[in-house]
Every structure is written in structure tokens, then in C-alpha cells.
């Protein structure tokens, strides 16, 4: 590697809106301890003098916290410190799980930039996400759009590594382009000449201090600047921003490789680990993209509100740590399980020895409170917290409206005139027929077409894992283990699981049918399938006991609509997830897209490594044969077969159709553990004309 011209100091901190606390606390140890001693580590670097200057880099929503809701000190020593050049920000406003967003909020993320450049007379041109391993190309037009010239990604030193240019041009589908900085780590912050970020003469080190540790000492940094001195004596080592970076590498710009290819974000499938927020966002998401176009009865600041709290549920941290909040390495099994969460303690000294690595961390930061389960539940209260606290601070009058369009949608009364369903039977426009299951084994259209003649469409499925699963996942997906070990065991599994009796065995378990009935509804026909679990999966698991289907068809064929409950759910903490099954049959199964933050994404063109089986997606649509699937609660869809854990390389077969991740528990880390609410799931399958005949 040639060596730098010059090396750009980037000093930064991991932002984890939660993980190491709760929420609430973190980010009020931000304001009132880490910015504060930034500010002072800068003013008396300044002061000293010399080449080894401290700019703290952040996202941007940080410093526009900080502005909003610091004391009238600190937000004077805030606007001091950023017109002095000690605080600079990033384009992005934090770290997000970019599917997860749609286009209008992703854009209004990008305006809280956008507002302190103004207030400040800056030009932000670059922008930093980290940890999460990947991002849809979907980023890159509103990126551009916004001004953003360089994209910084770190990925988790464990998650699979894209297979990317470290240094390259990302074009999106529409032309637009931006260039991409990609690291195998939060960023390159290792004096080692390789592990440093290089584009043409320029170099990029980043001085993280992980995850919500705040600012380094004042003797770390006048030692990394000796260190980076020694090892590149020729190179002038300066303090900088990612901005100053992004200028520098400019001319070497059209020297990149172009990549157009779609990475996706191999965690996604954490966020279905907490349905009743993901339906809740995903709701109030649809409404503030509506307001935002315009007739809203919010105000611009009431909007803003909503704006911000669907964002901080769009952050990529769930909840504080398991390992070192719940380090009970024991009680899986169901009714050990319960009584553990009854008792409300835990023993850590109950734990098997060979996981004494993991439990490093919990002993070097126990809780004040000490360890319970009802402590580590609350830390999933956040995301929770963020939406109802948006909603809470509008007007009476439209907080209810506001409410009422979040809600699931009440069960409807089946009329005493209902009538049960036997063979096939009119549903709308269309011909059914219900399969043992539930699902819809026949879907004959006014044309003859049969949309469920390859799969029957609406298949629920619980699932179960075994520790074998998880060997997969530790084999094909992670790296550096040799390493990091110690925390990755914990976060990204589940120790101790594999010692449950009886031995945890991966298992798929279907609804049987208890009776179906269907009804009118002024143009509209419904047909209502209630199914029942098996006792085994729902009494020793935690499946719902009860599955209630509602379809919904109008008489001019152009819809299908979809209402799923899954009821009476126990809390389980071994590994599980719910699937919902939707596979159209269409001529052309390559013509499948998927929309994410409004762009068409080919599902069988991504790198390596990307997440070529899991997205989050708005839409699924198919142009040739005028197909749309639109899910309204549930975000993340595998495609091809249920897959969860056994990750590859291999695209999943579009002709299997799609298959909706309702909830899971599989990741460790912050996610949520268990889940025992009632939810209902909306679908909406639209035919455009090719059902009309």
C-alpha cells in the first residue's frame, strides 16, 4: 500500500440509543457528561496548541438535541464549541436501519443537517453510519439529493463483511451515485497500514471510543498523534471532519470502482423481535408521509415531534445488553423460564463455567439496581416510549385521531345471518377454497386465473430452533471470533439454550382449521378461517394458541385483503419466530421488485455478504403481471422459504414466493427477547387489471 499524504484524524464516539442503558439515561448522559467534557478536552487542546487538536464528530440529531434540550449553559457552550470548529456533524442524524425508513423520513433525518447548516453557515457533504453491516441502494438518491457526497459505513467487527470495494461508487437505479467508504470495523482506527482507510494519497483514521463511552483523554489523543507521527513520519497528520475528508478525496473520485448492486442489512430480521412497535411505526409512518405532502392537522413543530420519534425507532439499538443485563445463562426452558421471571433475580453464579467470558462484562458493569428480568424488560419500554411520547405531546383533538389510525384494527362481528364455508365457495371476484391450514388453496379469478395454483396463499407457520441452528449461524455468518468471542457468543446467541430439557429441537408447526364462515359487508365479502395451534406448540413454546384469518374481496376483483390475529401467545425466551406465507402465482417470477425507500430493488442482484435472502420492504411488486403485495405491519420478508439463522449466499427462489417474518426472538444483543401480546397483521394483495377480465 502506498503510503499517505496526509491522515485524517477523525475523533468519534458510538452512539447506541440504548444498549448501555437505558434510552432515556443515554441520551441524557450525552448532553449533561460526554459533549460537555468534549467541549472542555478541545478547549484545552486548543489552548495548548500544536497539530493534536479534538473535533468531536457526531450525527447530527445529537447536536440538535443538545441545542434543543440542554440547560441554557450547555446549549450556550454547544453553539460556542461548534462555531469554534471543536463539534462538527455528519449528514446522517445517527445510525438507523435504513430499510426501515421510508423515503420521507429518511429525507427528513437528512434535514436535521440540514438545518444547522443553515444556522451555521456550513455545507455538510458527508454523512457516517455504523455497526449495522449493510444499507439498500435505496440511500443513494436521497443521499445525493441531500448534498451528501461520501457515505462512511463500519460494520460490526462480527457480522459478515459485504464484498465490496473498501473505496467505491454506489449507483442506485435512477443514475444517482455517491461514494462509499467501507470498513470491516467501526472504522479504521489501527495504526497499521492496513487497516487504514485509503483513497488516492489521503487516509482516514477514526479514534472511536465505543459504544456510549464518551470522549477520550487528553493523553490518548497526544498519543495517537505520536504513534501516527512514528509510524508515518512522512504524512501530515491533521485533526479533521469527515467533510474535510470527503474534499480531499474528490479528485480521485472517477478512479473508484462502480458498484450497482443492492448490500441489505443482514440484522434486519431483529426489528420484527417487538410487533405491536414495528405495526405502530409502520402505521404512523404511512400517516406522517401523508401529512408531509401536505393538508396535515399537525403543526410544522407538532410534525417535527412525530417526525423525531419514528426516527429514534428507525435507530438500530432495541435495548440495553443482554449479556451483561440478563446474564442469566440457565432458564430457557419454559417453565423455568417463568419461574425465573417470577423470582425477579438472577444468580449469576448459577451460570456454567465455560461461559465465564461472557460474563466479564456483566460483572464489570452491574446494574445499580442489581440483575432482574423486570429491569432488562423495561429497557424495551424505549422504542415504545419514543412513539407514544411523539404522540402525547400533540393537541387533544389529534392525539385520539392519531391513535385510532396506529391501532390494529378491532375484530369485526360476524353477523348471525354468517354462513359455513364448505368447498369452494365466492369470495368477491374471486372463487376460494381454504386448505387445511387456513391458507387459501384456490384463488380463480373472473379470467380463470388461479393466483394460489403453485402455493396456497395465507400459510401461518411457528418455528423452533436447535442449537445446531446456531452453529450455522456462528459458521456462515460470523467472523472474528477468534477475537471477540468473549461478547459475540452472548449477542449473537443464545448461550446456555442448548442445555435446556428437553434438548431445544427445531421444529415447524402449523394451524388446523376449527371452522370457517363467511358473510357479507355492503360490496365486499368476507371470509373468516379460525384455526387453532397445537397444545404441544403453544403450552412447551410459545405459539399463539389461537389463528383468526379474515379475508376480505369487493365485487370488482382488484384486492385482496388480508387480517391475520395471532392470539393467546405465551412469553418464551428459547428461540422462535411466526411466518406468513404470500406466493401469487405470475408468469414471470424474476419480475418481482422490492420497494425500499422508494426505489425498485432487484432481489436477485446483491453483493456477497449482503442479505440476499431478508428485506424490509414497502411493497413487493411485479410490473409484468401488475401485482402488488403490501404488508402494513410486519417489515421483513425472506424470500423464497422461511429462513432464519441458515445464512448464505444463495438467492432464494422467487417462484416459492414471500414469507413474512410476524416476530422472532433469534438475535441476542439488544433485541427484544420475548414477546406475549396479541397482534393483528394486515395484508393487502392488489391484482391492478390482470384479475378483471
Known sequence: MASPRTIHVLQKTHLDVGYTDYAQNVIARYVDEYIPAAIALADRLAERGGPEQFIWTT??????????????????????AIREGKIAWHAMPMTIQSELADRSLFEFGLGISQDLDRTYGRSTVAAKMTDVPGHTVGVVPLLRAGGVELLHLGVNPVSALPEVPHAFRWRAPDGSEIVVVYDSDYGASRVDPE???MVGDQALYIAFTNDNHGPPTESTVMGLFDELRTSYPDAEIVSSTLDRFAAAITEFRDELPCIESEIGDTWIHGVASDPWVLSRYRRLSRAREAWSRGHSPLTEDQLADVSEGLLLVAEHTWGESGQVFLPDFVNYEKSAFEA??????????????????????????RPRQGWSYSAYEQSWQGKRDFLEHAIDRLPESVRSVVRGMIASPAKSDAPVDR???????????????????GALSLLRDRTGRDWAAQHPIGQYRYESFAPEDYGVWFDNYCRGLDLHAGWAIADFGKPGFESSTPAPRREVFRPVVLEAETWREGTTDVLRVTAAMSPDASERLGAPRVVEIDYRASDDGAALSIELRVCQKDANRLPEASWFSLAPRVAEPEGWRLRKLGALVDPVDVV????????????????????????IDAAVVAIGEQNLLHYGNSYGDLREGFHFLLHNNVWGTNYRMWFEEDQTYEFRLEFGDAAAG
Do not use: C
Not at 417470577?342 to 465455560?354: F, K, L, M, V
Not at 354462513?419 to 391450514?437: H, M, Q, R, W
Open 608 to 631: 456477497r455478504n449482503g442479505n440476499r435472502r431478508m428485506h424490509a420492504v414497502e411493497a413487493l411488486e411485479h410490473a409484468v403481471d401488475d401485482v402488488t403485495i403490501t404488508s
Open 340 to 365: 425465573a421471571r417470577r423470582r425477579d433475580e438472577i444468580d449469576i453464579s448459577a451460570n456454567p463455567e465455560r461461559y465465564a467470558p461472557q460474563l466479564e462484562a456483566a460483572l464489570s458493569i
Open 195 to 197: 487497516q487504514l482507510t
Open 419 to 437: 354462513v359455513p364455508v364448505l368447498g369452494v365457495t365466492k369470495l368477491g371476484a374471486f372463487e376460494v377454497a381454504i386448505a387445511g391450514d
Open 59 to 80: 450525527g447530527s440529531w445529537l447536536v440538535s438535541h443538545a441545542l434543543r434540550n440542554g440547560t441554557e449553559q450547555q446549549r450556550g457552550n454547544v453553539d460556542r
